[in-house]
Each structure stands twice: as C-alpha cells, then as structure tokens.
C-alpha cells in the first residue's frame, strides 16, 4: 500500500517556526514531483509548495514566499517544508503529496493523511 506519512505539526505562537517531513513508504517517489497543500477549516484545499524531482526546482504559494522553503533530501526518502515567520493564516492541515508533474492545483495522484499546524496571535 502506497502511503505518504507527514510529521511536525502542532501548535505554535505567530513567528515561530515549524518543520514538516513527509515519508513516502510502499514505493520510491524519487522520479516524482513533490509538493504540500494545505486546507484551513471552511476552504478549499490550497497549494503551498512544490519541489519537481528532475532539477529541485522550487514553486510557492505568493502567501508563504519567503517565509517558507520545500527541500527534499533523496538519499533519506524525505520531504520537508520548513516554515518560519509563522501567522495565524497558516493555521490548516498540511498535505504532503506526489504527482508526475507538478501543478498547483489539488489534483495529484497521492495523498497523505495531513498533519495540523496552528499558529496561535
């Protein structure tokens, strides 16, 4: 069973930061594009951030550029999303997810199970 397992969440004050992994099992991710959506209470599911397996390229949402950074580290099967300068609008589920190519709707063909972040004012 394919699954990809996210980590990191949790509760934290405005301007701090948080880091979220995610850890694909049941098959290897390397030649796929990765990403992290997120979905607030009462919204639609959102992109964050996306890093394409082929040249590490790099794609976020106008909310979190500059706050947060995707990296993907091969050799240890793991995605990241470090985010810092945190506010309150990034509380949400964070969704890791895989899809072949990269775009930036919600529409990729695997999905984790999310992970909470809140950012208490």
């Known amino acids: 069973q394919v699954q990809l397992v996210e980590s990191g969440g949790g509760l934290v004050q405005a301007g701090g930061s948080l880091r979220l992994s995610c850890t694909p099992s049941?098959?290897?991710?390397?030649?796929?594009?990765m990403g992290w959506f997120r979905q607030a209470p009462g919204k639609e599911r959102e992109f964050v951030a996306a890093?394409?397996?082929?040249?590490?390229?790099?794609y976020y949402a106008d909310s979190v550029k500059g706050r947060f950074t995707i990296s993907r580290d091969n050799a240890e099967n793991t995605l990241y999303l470090q985010m810092k300068s945190l506010k309150s609008e990034d509380t949400a589920v964070y969704y890791c997810?895989?899809?072949?190519?990269?775009?930036?709707?919600?529409?990729?063909?695997?999905w984790g199970q999310g992970t909470q972040v809140t950012v208490s004012s």
């Open positions: 890093i394409r397996w082929i040249d590490s390229r790099t």
């Open positions: 049941g098959r290897s991710f390397s030649h796929y594009d």
């Open positions: 997810a895989a899809n072949r190519n990269y775009n930036s709707q919600p529409n990729w063909d695997y």
